[in-house]
T-cell receptor, first 108, second 112 residues
């Protein structure tokens, strides 16, 4: 079965802390997405990657294809980073399969 | 460029009714995907349309259907609504699933 697991489910941190959210998947993928969902439901695509590392501002996403694992890092976290972060992958069938999400709360 | 738009934003229906949701993709995008989000099941893929053809389908009953028009706008229909269909329905436009997806704000459906 094609599965995507995220950890932790919930994460609370102080403003300024370095944040890491993890995503593991069960079989080979063609692409991995990191999404951000704020209260109210809107989803923003943060990264799409199939290898290596990508950086955008304070956000960094890495993927290790051999270990079937990806991480999303946030440096110098800020209360506005509080959101649900969702990992999604495409397996061979090209359907997006989603993780359960990580609820991040940054305390000022 | 305008983003992905979805209408209506909120909807209340009763069991047994049917509903049609609309999604207008970003101009120039030919792919539209639909997703259902519930507290229990999380985000799940419904179907994907490209150039008016259904290219992929998730594991949902036949009550869920969709179509895409020549201008890439897409509609999703749910017939014989059940309480469990209460959810946030999201559409996304872009390329294939291996490419960046641009999500709309969603339609929140409540079935009573």
């Amino acid at each position: 079965k094609n599965e995507v697991e995220q950890s932790p489910q919930n994460l609370t941190a102080q403003e300024g802390e370095f944040i890491t959210i993890n995503c593991s998947y069960s079989v080979g993928i063609s692409a991995l997405h990191w999404l951000q969902q704020h209260p109210g439901g809107g989803i923003v695509s943060l990264f799409m990657l199939s290898s290596g590392k990508k950086k955008h501002g304070r956000l960094i996403a890495t993927i290790n294809i051999q270990e079937k694992h990806s991480s999303l890092h946030i440096t110098a976290s800020h209360p506005r980073d509080s959101a649900v972060y969702i990992c999604a992958v495409t397996f061979g069938n090209e359907k997006l399969t989603f993780g359960t999400g990580t609820r991040l709360t940054i305390i000022p | 460029k305008a983003g992905v738009t979805q209408t209506p934003r909120y909807l209340i229906k009763t069991r047994g009714q049917q509903v049609t949701l609309s999604c207008s993709p970003i101009s120039g995008h030919r792919s539209v995907s639909w997703y259902q989000q519930t507290p229990g099941q999380g985000l799940q893929f419904l179907f994907e349309y490209f150039s008016e053809t259904q290219r992929n389908k998730g594991n949902f009953p036949g009550r869920f259907s969709g179509r895409q028009f020549s201008n890439s706008r897409s509609e999703m229909n749910v017939s014989t609504l059940e309480l469990g269909d209460s959810a946030l329905y999201l559409c996304a436009s872009g390329g294939r699933a291996q490419e960046t997806q641009y999500f709309g704000p969603g339609t929140r459906l409540l079935v009573l």
